[in-house]
């Protein structure tokens, strides 16, 4: 699996746009960029995920760069329950293909 | 929304004893995994199955581990002769086998070793 490499940490204040980048330099054409988060010690959380295309669901939308290289995830409208870490991962759909978790990146929402 | 569900959700052992943590997978997903994550470090893989099988499994997976499908709900994971060093938070996941394949976790088994 591709590496990643975010941030070891950012704050955002509250119902500001929160703005998570990602950098993949090395990811090939089947591997898809996944976004997952941890609040405290619960258990991870999905949130989106994407091959090349822009996406958006109820939760964030994830801008990937044309070359693939980078994307980055975004908190529209942060709230106190948004800190975590966030963890971006990049992972072939192919089979029982593990997610493979770096140290992500520590978000605190500041009132 | 379907959940992974995990039991217990938290377990104290004493050292040297056998433990069993239980997941209930999502109802038609058919790919399950076990992570693991010590206080204050990064969510490890320990083993992916499917089909009645181990797909892959990390270096941590030893012999002191093993997993197990007993029934068509459960998906569970054994700790034999447990070391202090196991104290951990244990994740189950699973995911479907087409489409968007995406991995869902459950809350975790905390399991401490005494």
């Known amino acids: 699996d591709a590496k990643t490499t975010q941030p070891t940490s950012m704050d955002c204040a509250e119902g500001r746009a929160a703005n998570l980048p990602c950098n993949h330099s090395?990811?090939?054409?089947?591997?898809?960029v996944y976004w997952y988060r941890q609040i405290h010690s619960q258990g991870p959380q999905y949130i989106i995920h994407?091959?090349?295309n822009n996406e958006t669901n109820e939760m964030a939308s994830l801008i990937i760069t044309e070359d693939r290289k980078s994307s980055t995830l975004i908190l529209p409208h942060a709230t106190l329950r948004d800190t975590a870490v966030y963890y971006c991962?990049?992972?072939?759909?192919?089979?029982?293909?593990?997610?493979?978790f770096g140290q992500g990146t520590r978000l605190t929402i500041n009132p | 929304e379907p959940e992974v569900t995990q039991t217990p959700s938290h377990q104290v052992t004493q050292m040297g004893q056998e433990v069993i943590l239980r997941c209930v997978p999502i109802?038609?997903?058919?790919?399950f995994y076990w992570y693991r994550q010590i206080l204050g470090q990064k969510v490890e893989f320990l083993v992916s199955f499917y089909n009645n099988e181990i797909s892959e499994k990390s270096e941590i997976f030893d012999d002191q581990f093993s997993v197990e499908r007993p029934d068509g709900s459960n998906f569970t994971l054994k700790i034999r002769s447990t070391k202090l060093e196991d104290s951990a938070m244990y994740f189950c996941?699973?995911?479907?086998?087409?489409?968007?394949?995406?991995?869902?976790f459950g809350e975790g088994s905390w399991l401490t070793v005494v």
């Open positions: 991962i990049v992972r072939s759909n192919q089979g029982a293909q593990k997610l493979v």
């Open positions: 996941a699973s995911s479907e086998t087409t489409g968007r394949n995406t991995i869902y």
């Open positions: 109802s038609n997903h058919l790919y």
């Open positions: 090395t990811i090939s054409g089947n591997e898809y």
């Open positions: 994407g091959l090349k």
